[in-house]
């Protein structure tokens, strides 16, 4: 389960994916609880029991809805959701903070001001230059090391091989956000803990809602295309025949 944005002004859809069959089962417009209630109600309760798991982002509407709707299954927490929100609430927090303790050293400050590219890419993804600029960077300033090291750290916990392992590695990546003594690492440990189920739940369903990312940026030329919709029913039947799923 994913959103994409419908309108402008925060106006938002949300869409559901077979994660067997990759094909689009629903869509709906809004975001909220009683907005994808529909989907559980179209279902019904044999279609709910029969849902073993649900990858989503840590959106408290879709995590309630499944849990009284499907009560058996599991929520699986997205990687890149919950990398993407420690990047901005973490990283970019502490960058901010170290860039403004360096106002009387204007060189130093651009050099951080603009490194926000460099600290939220993956590293397999820089070449050799700017591999080089980043690791200056981390070892000129150590809260920013340590924000980085903590990033790097919390995608591991997607990749445990099974939920005992995966607890162990949480426990030692919680007590490396503690005693970083960074208030905006200490914060996000503090509020990610209680979606632990759902990151270890990975172990046992290793999902994600990567293939829903792809199909935004298709919704979004299927949008483009029309030069938008007026009718939003139209709009989402055009969304369930883009992706028909597999050939079987």
């Known amino acids: 389960m ?3 944005a419908l309108h402008k002004g925060h ?3 949300t869409v559901v994916m077979d994660a067997r069959t990759m094909r689009v089962i629903w869509v709906g417009e809004g975001n909220g609880r009683a907005d994808i209630r529909p989907f559980f109600e179209e279902l019904g309760p044999e279609g709910c029991k029969r849902i073993e798991a649900v990858a989503m982002d840590m959106n408290t509407a879709f995590d309630l809805e499944v849990q009284k709707h499907c009560p058996q299954a599991e929520v699986v927490y997205d ?3 919950v990398v993407a929100r420690f ?3 973490v990283v970019d927090r502490v960058r ?3 860039a403004n303790e360096l106002r009387k050293e204007p060189k130093a400050r651009q050099i951080i001001k603009r490194s926000r590219w460099l600290l939220l890419r993956n590293r397999d993804n820089l070449d050799e230059r700017q591999a080089v600029r980043l690791n200056e960077l981390l070892a000129a300033n150590a809260p920013l090391a340590k924000v980085y090291l903590l990033k790097t750290a919390l995608k591991e ?3 445990a091989p099974d939920i005992q392992e995966g607890r162990r590695r949480w426990r030692e990546w919680f007590r ?3 005693d970083s003594d960074l208030a905006p690492a200490i914060q996000f440990a503090k509020r990610l803990r209680k979606y632990l189920r759902g990151i270890l739940a990975s172990a046992v369903f290793p999902m994600s809602t990567s293939i829903l990312e792809g199909v935004n940026n298709k919704i979004k030329v299927i949008k483009r295309t029309a030069y938008g919709f007026r009718d939003s029913a139209y709009f989402f039947l055009k969304i369930k025949a883009a992706f028909p799923g597999k050939a079987r």
Do not use: I, K, T
């Open 2 to 4: 994913d959103e994409f």
């Open 11 to 13: 106006r938002y859809a």
């Open 79 to 81: 990687l890149f959701h």
């Open 87 to 89: 990047g901005r609430e």
């Open 96 to 98: 901010v903070d170290q």
């Open 157 to 159: 916990l997607w990749f």
């Open 176 to 178: 490396l956000a503690l």
